[in-house]
């Protein structure tokens, strides 16, 4: 401080307060290191695949009940029990689901494992099996309706075979006189008969 009786202004001891500030900021430096201490870091799982189907369709077109004393559980929309929460809709439910928030209440991190080359090769090899078992059950499908009609073209054919032959049969047994006795009026109008036999 300044020893003139007319400097009213406050002087501030430089030394005193470096000193105070370096005190502070060591505290913190040592909280901070406790506090690294006390809580190690949590170690999440990565993120995986679902391995339950997700059920949307159940309470589709059904209509509920709602009291003041339902529980949350049962009450419209859509429930998630790990966190516990109504979603009203099912594509914010999917949302949800899918969200930081709650893979964090399953102990996931929101991180995805890195796949080595031989997990992508059996994963093409698995996919292309399955590939292959659709084109084989398709091939198979496509065979049997092709056998089924070639069957019915075979019968078709026996079916032609034996009405010629009953037509030949009738032929042979009927008298060739009938032929010019046949109306004019037929004739003309382009008939052989009036359906007395076939021919």
Request: with cysteine; charged share 45%; aromatic share 6%.
């Amino acid at each position: 401080m300044s020893m003139r009786p007319d400097d009213h202004r406050r002087k501030w001891d430089k030394d005193e307060f470096e000193k105070i500030a370096a005190e502070r900021l060591k505290a913190e430096l040592e909280e901070e290191e406790k506090a690294k201490k006390k809580a190690p870091p949590i170690k999440r799982e990565l993120l995986k695949q679902r391995d339950y189907k997700v059920d949307l369709d159940s309470k589709l077109g059904k209509s509920v009940v709602i009291t003041k004393n339902t529980p949350t559980s049962q009450s419209g929309g859509y429930y998630c029990n790990v966190c516990d929460c109504v979603v009203k809709d099912s594509i914010n439910f999917l949302d949800h689901i899918n969200g930081k928030k709650h893979q964090r209440n399953l102990g996931m991190s929101m991180k995805i494992e890195r796949s080595s080359l031989d997990q992508v090769k059996a994963r093409f090899a698995l996919n292309k099996r399955k590939l292959e078992e659709k084109k084989r059950e398709y091939e198979l499908d496509s065979r049997l309706r092709e056998a089924a009609e070639e069957e019915a073209r075979v019968k078709e054919l026996r079916r032609e075979r034996r009405r010629d032959k009953k037509r030949k049969l009738m032929e042979s047994d009927e008298p060739e006189d009938d032929a010019p006795a046949q109306s004019e009026l037929a004739q003309i109008m382009g008939f052989s008969g009036f359906g007395g036999a076939k021919k």
